[in-house]
């Protein structure tokens, strides 16, 4: 099977060794995703990062030629358990109708201490 990696353009990815997203064959596998804004930036609540999150997932989902409705899980980190309802209301805007598999998660930290959701996704393309 054909395998297409997917740039976000990151200086980070070379370094790091990996893609924004991959598609082999009808599956696509998006990477942990955070609330960067177009200048760099992570501002605002987890709300607002992972309304951010799910536009830049969007935008990977449709350069392997896929669209949100593809999407079969997702998995959601929360550096703080008492904002997963900021989260979960980004998320069910996006996916209320189709419903994929999902887990939600509370970590330690992400990387950066500003990140304050960070957000992958698996999708089959039919």
């Given at each position: 099977?054909?395998?297409?990696?997917?740039?976000?353009?990151?200086?980070?990815?070379?370094?790091?060794?990996?893609?924004?997203?991959?598609?082999?064959?009808?599956?696509?596998?998006?990477?942990?995703?955070?609330?960067?804004?177009?200048?760099?930036?992570?501002?605002?609540?987890?709300?607002?990062?992972?309304?951010?999150?799910?536009?830049?997932?969007?935008?990977?989902?449709?350069?392997?030629?896929?669209?949100?409705?593809?999407?079969?899980?997702?998995?959601?980190?929360l550096?703080?358990?008492?904002?997963?309802?900021?989260?979960a209301?980004?998320?069910?805007?996006?996916?209320?109708?189709?419903?994929?598999?999902?887990?939600?998660?509370?970590?330690?930290?992400?990387?950066?201490?500003?990140?304050?959701?960070?957000?992958?996704v698996?999708?089959?393309?039919?």
């Amino acid at each position: 099977m054909e395998r297409k990696n997917i740039s976000a353009g990151s200086k980070w990815e070379p370094i790091i060794g990996y893609s924004r997203a991959v598609r082999v064959g009808n599956h696509i596998s998006v990477s942990g995703t955070t609330g960067v804004s177009a200048n760099g930036k992570l501002e605002g609540d987890t709300y607002q990062q992972s309304v951010r999150a799910l536009q830049i997932i969007e935008g990977a989902l449709k350069e392997a030629g896929a669209s949100f409705k593809d999407v079969v899980r997702t998995r959601i980190y929360l550096k703080n358990a008492e904002d997963w309802e900021l989260a979960a209301k980004a998320h069910g805007e996006v996916f209320s109708v189709i419903r994929p598999a999902s887990t939600m998660v509370v970590v330690k930290a992400l990387i950066d201490p500003a990140m304050l959701v960070e957000i992958e996704v698996d999708a089959i393309v039919s």
